[in-house]
T-cell receptor, first 114, second 112 residues
Framework: DADVTQTPRNRITKTGKRIMLECSQT?????MYWYRQDPGLGLRLIYY???????NKGEISDGYSVSRQAQAKFSLSLESAIPNQTALYFC?????????????FGAGTRLSVL | QKEVEQNSGPLSVPEGAIASLNCTYS??????FFWYRQYSGKSPELIMS????GDKEDGRFTAQLNKASQYVSLLIRDSQPSDSATYLC????????????FGTGTRLTIIP
């Protein structure tokens, strides 16, 4: 079983719809992250969380919100989806006990907004 | 200026040759450096980490770090077709920092 699980793996939605992408992990890590990846732009950080009570904006948080329901669960929501949010979304985790901040990624969610 | 820069490629290398991938970064305070491999449509997978100046070898992979020049590289010896992927350079500004900054990646193609 995957250590970092993202659901759904693929999603097609329409402009204006609210959608949620979910991430769960069994690695026991406190830190969780949401990234989006677009061709030619690399991985860009949307939000990150150090623990259940800690939420931080990344470089491209506008139009997104997150919820850290438990140590193991971190969800990303698009309140009103727009076509330029079409991208590949990744969840990642890291262990604060590891000073180097190695991050481990889920398999990704491919989102298309029509 | 981008914080982490990589040549986007594509970089084509014959099978069995050495592939050399380069990355420069702008923050002199950066402390840890990573190379991730990403196959098309898949998630990034960590292949090397390096924290000190010099070389670090792991199998066919060697990471090289030069903090004075703000430069990190990845060498892949005896390149195989399965090495064809996009390689992402990532930099952590200081130990305990919560964020990695990623380059846009270099697409590597190994030609049989």
């Amino acid at each position: 079983d995957a250590d970092v699980t993202q659901t759904p793996r693929n999603r097609i939605t329409k402009t204006g719809k609210r959608i949620m992408l979910e991430c769960s992990q069994t690695k026991g890590h406190d830190r969780m992250y949401w990234y989006r990846q677009d061709p030619g732009l690399g991985l860009r950080l949307i939000y990150y969380s150090f623990d259940v009570k800690d939420i931080n904006k990344g470089e491209i948080s506008d139009g997104y919100s997150v919820s850290r329901q438990a140590q193991a669960k971190f969800s990303l929501s698009l309140e009103s989806a727009i076509p330029n949010q079409t991208a590949l979304y990744f969840c990642a985790t890291s262990d604060p006990g590891q000073l180097s901040n190695i991050q481990y990624f889920g398999a990704g969610t491919r989102l298309s907004v029509l | 200026q981008k914080e982490v820069e990589q040549n986007s490629g594509p970089l084509s290398v014959p099978e069995g040759a050495i592939a050399s991938l380069n990355c420069t970064y702008s923050d002199r305070g950066s402390q840890s450096f990573f190379w991730y491999r990403q196959y098309s449509g898949k998630s990034p997978e960590l292949i090397m980490s390096i924290y000190s100046n010099g070389d670090k070898e792991d199998g066919r992979f060697t990471a090289q770090l030069n903090k004075a020049s703000q430069y990190v590289s990845l060498l892949i010896r005896d390149s195989q077709p399965s090495d064809s992927a996009t390689y992402l350079c990532a930099v952590n500004q200081n130990f305990g920092n919560e964020k990695l900054t990623f380059g846009t990646g270099t697409r590597l193609t190994i030609i049989p």
